[in-house]
T-cell receptor, first 110, second 113 residues
Framework: DTAVSQTPKYLVTQMGNDKSIKCEQNLGHDTMYWYKQDSKKFLKIMFSYNNKELIINETVPNRFSPKSPDKAHLNLHINSLELGDSAVYFCASSSGNGYTFGSGTRLTVV | QKEVEQDPGPLSVPEGAIVSLNCTYS??????FMWYRQYSRKGPELLMY????GNKEDGRFTAQVDKSSKYISLFIRDSQPSDSATYLCAMSESNFGNEKLTFGTGTRLTIIP
């Protein structure tokens, strides 16, 4: 039974398109996150939500908009995709003793 | 200078060797220290979680934290080919459930059978 699940696993799209990534956790955690991992494996936080409330919003372009309909779900919508958005996007959740990550969404913008 | 520095490797060692992975950091407010293991095309999984300075052992893995030197280590004893992965250190200032983790860049480890 997957603890943090993301869909889709792979996403290939053209520049200028709008796309969404969905994330769901069944761990009962209050906090969910989006992280971006670049080609050098560096993981950087983008957003965090605690019980549907935005807590952390790092310096991320306005084209990225997270949405949390309930505390078990955190989606990421990206407008006007650019080549530089190509990366692996990880969803995670936590209750205060480290994160549980999803398996990632590999986004390729062509 | 990055907040957390980690030697990217790659690091190759023979099976059975002791592996030492290290990170240094600059933010003295970090209190919680973690090591994650990431297999290729998978998400990071939590290996070790420690608070403040000291040692923690779990099977073949030992995590050490020296806050006075701002230096953390992960030791793997009797290394196995299944330990081949990228190892990421991470740290945070709090553990209230909405903490921001700051990661190192990861060390790619290969255990040679």
């Amino acid at each position: 039974d997957t603890a943090v699940s993301q869909t889709p696993k792979y996403l290939v799209t053209q520049m200028g398109n709008d796309k969404s990534i969905k994330c769901e956790q069944n761990l009962g955690h209050d906090t969910m996150y989006w992280y971006k991992q670049d080609s050098k494996k560096f993981l950087k936080i983008m957003f965090s939500y605690n019980n549907k409330e935005l807590i952390i919003n790092e310096t991320v372009p306005n084209r990225f908009s997270p949405k949390s309909p309930d505390k078990a779900h955190l989606n990421l919508h990206i407008n006007s995709l650019e080549l530089g958005d190509s990366a692996v996007y990880f969803c995670a959740s936590s209750s205060g003793n480290g994160y549980t990550f999803g398996s990632g969404t590999r986004l390729t913008v062509v | 200078q990055k907040e957390v520095e980690q030697d990217p490797g790659p690091l190759s060692v023979p099976e059975g060797a002791i592996v030492s992975l290290n990170c240094t950091y600059s933010n003295s407010a970090f209190q919680y220290f973690m090591w994650y293991r990431q297999y290729s095309r998978k998400g990071p999984e939590l290996l070790m979680y420690t608070y403040s300075s000291g040692n923690k052992e779990d099977g073949r893995f030992t995590a050490q934290v020296d806050k006075s030197s701002k230096y953390i280590s992960l030791f793997i004893r009797d290394s196995q080919p299944s330990d081949s992965a990228t190892y990421l250190c991470a740290m945070s200032e709090s553990n209230f459930g909405n903490e921001k983790l700051t990661f190192g860049t990861g060390t790619r480890l290969t255990i040679i059978p």
